[in-house]
């Protein structure tokens, strides 16, 4: 079956220490996404990679990079994780941006723990 | 700017009971609309979706028909199961950079 995926579904990082979390997709789509939730909120978009086109939202810290080198992976980089990234992180795709089927497909998530 | 607006939760409800969970929009131009649900430590499926007016998005037996004259979206089971407790978000992209925008999520406790 086509799927979102990723890797770990839990990660424990310490204060300050890099972190990277991955998502693979097996759908062939051209649009891949990032979101962070925290318990009991909606998701919160990061950014988003249009093929190889970064699009980054205004208020996502620098703090969090993305790096997607082919269509089927994307990595998320916490460079210097603080306790309030303390997170859910989700990853979707789609097959495009607007027009047509825009749905969004999500994986399973990524738990992270800072200690 | 585009907002969804979410009926708030929690809704505590008994096996086999009607339910309903109000979600209405606001939008510039013609939203697609969605219905995800969020298992507990799991990420979100798509529950149904609903792409032009009077849609009738379906699916595991829930219902919600895309009603502009009224900008909702609204939630609808004949009669659920325990197996049904979770979160349930209603959102719409009416962007082009096909930025969701959720409503806060609705707690669903099913009962037996």
């Known amino acids: 079956d086509a799927m979102v995926i990723q890797n770990p579904r839990y990660q424990v990082t310490q204060f300050g220490k890099p972190v990277t979390l991955s998502c693979s997709q097996t759908l062939n789509h051209n649009v891949m996404y990032w979101y962070q939730q925290k318990s009991s909120q909606a998701p919160k978009l990061l950014f988003h990679y249009y093929d190889k086109d970064f699009n980054n939202e205004a208020d996502t810290p620098d703090n969090f990079q993305s790096r997607r080198p082919n269509t ?5 980089d916490i460079r210097s994780p603080g306790l309030g990234d303390a997170a859910m992180y989700l990853c979707a795709t789609s097959s495009r941006l607007a027009g047509g089927d825009d749905t969004q497909y999500f994986g399973p998530g990524t738990r992270l723990t800072v200690l | ?9 929690p809704v505590t409800l008994s096996e086999e009971a009607f339910l309903t969970i109000n979600c209405t929009y606001t939008a ?18 798509l529950l149904l979706k609903a792409t032009k007016a009077d849609d009738k998005g379906s699916n595991k037996g829930f219902e919600a028909t895309y009603r502009k004259e009224t900008t909702s979206f609204h939630l609808e089971k004949g009669s659920v199961q325990v197996s049904d407790s979770a979160v349930y978000f209603c ?5 082009a950079t096909n930025k969701l925008i959720f409503g806060t999520g609705t707690l669903l406790a099913v009962q037996p």
């Open chain 2, 91 to 95: 959102a719409l992209n009416g962007g």
């Open chain 2, 28 to 45: 510039t131009g013609y939203p697609s609309l969605f219905w995800y649900v969020q298992y507990p430590g799991e990420g979100l499926q």
């Open chain 1, 72 to 76: 089927s992976f994307c990595f998320l």
């Open chain 2, 1 to 9: 700017g585009n907002s969804v607006t979410q009926m708030e939760g």
